[in-house]
C-alpha cells in the first residue's frame, strides 16, 4: 500500500520531524497524517495518529473517508480499517542510525529496505542470527519490536518472520533486549487490552 506521510501541520515527512527518542537507538515522529487511496473502491482515507507514551504506541485520533471519484464504493466510504494506513505509514516515521561515527545521518525505517513487506534488508537480518553479534542483534530486535509495536503488530511474529527464526527465540530475544535496556518506552498490547 503507498502511502502519503506528512507532519501533523502537513509538511512532508522528514528528519527534522523524526525527532522524539524512544528505546536506546530509534527516534519517532510525534505524530504524522497518511493518506492513502484505493483505486479499487474510489475512496482516499485519511488517518491522524499520535505517539502515546503511557502506550508505548501511535494511536489512531482520527480517521477520514472521502469519495474521490463518481464510482465510488458506499460500503467501503463508511467502513474504514485504518490499521494497514497505519502499518504502512509508521515506517516512514522512525529513524535510525547504523553508524555510530559523528557524521552518522538518521535514516528512517522505509529507507532501510526495498522489498516489500520486509522491514530490514535481508543481510541485516542474516548478520544479526549468527552467534556472538549480541549488539547487533539487539539493535535489530529493537529496530523491529520498536516498528512493529509502534504499528500495533505482534512484535514475536515479526522477529520470527524477518530473522527466520522460532517464535520462541523471537520471545527469547525480546526479553534479552529489554533486559539489556533497549526497549524503554516501547510497548506491544497486541491480543491484550489496552488496559493489561
Not at 530509534?26 to 482516499?44: N, S
Not at 507514551?53 to 472521502?66: D, E, F, H, L, S
Not at 552467534?131 to 511474529?157: C, F, H, M, N, Q
Request: charged share 25%.
Amino acid at each position: 500500500m503507498k502511502v502519503d506521510v506528512k507532519t501533523t501541520d502537513g509538511q512532508p515527512m522528514s528528519g527534522l520531524a523524526i525527532t522524539q527518542p524512544v528505546g536506546t537507538a530509534l527516534r519517532i515522529a510525534p505524530g504524522f497524517i497518511a493518506t492513502a487511496q484505493d483505486d479499487d473502491t474510489h475512496v482516499e482515507t485519511t488517518i491522524e495518529a499520535h505517539f502515546n507514551p503511557q502506550r508505548g504506541r501511535y494511536v489512531v485520533t482520527t480517521i477520514v473517508n472521502r469519495a474521490i471519484s463518481d464510482e465510488f464504493d458506499e460500503v467501503r466510504l463508511r467502513h474504514t480499517a485504518p490499521q494497514a494506513i497505519l502499518q504502512a505509514a509508521v515506517p516512514h516515521c522512525i529513524a535510525v542510525q547504523l553508524d555510530d561515527g559523528p557524521d552518522a545521518t538518521w535514516l528512517t525505517i522505509a529507507d532501510l529496505t526495498t522489498t516489500e513487506g520486509r522491514i530490514i534488508p535481508p543481510w541485516m537480518a542474516q548478520a544479526v542470527v549468527k552467534r556472538g553479534s549480541k549488539d547487533e542483534r539487539w539493535d535489530v530486535i529493537e529496530i523491529l519490536y520498536g516498528t512493529s509495536a509502534l504499528s500495533d503488530l505482534p512484535p514475536v511474529k515479526v522477529i520470527a518472520l524477518e530473522l527466520d527464526v522460532p517464535e520462541r527465540t523471537a520471545t527469547d530475544w525480546i526479553r534479552r533486549a529489554r533486559n539489556a535496556g533497549r526497549l524503554v518506552g516501547i510497548t506491544s498490547n497486541v491480543g491484550r487490552r489496552a488496559s493489561d
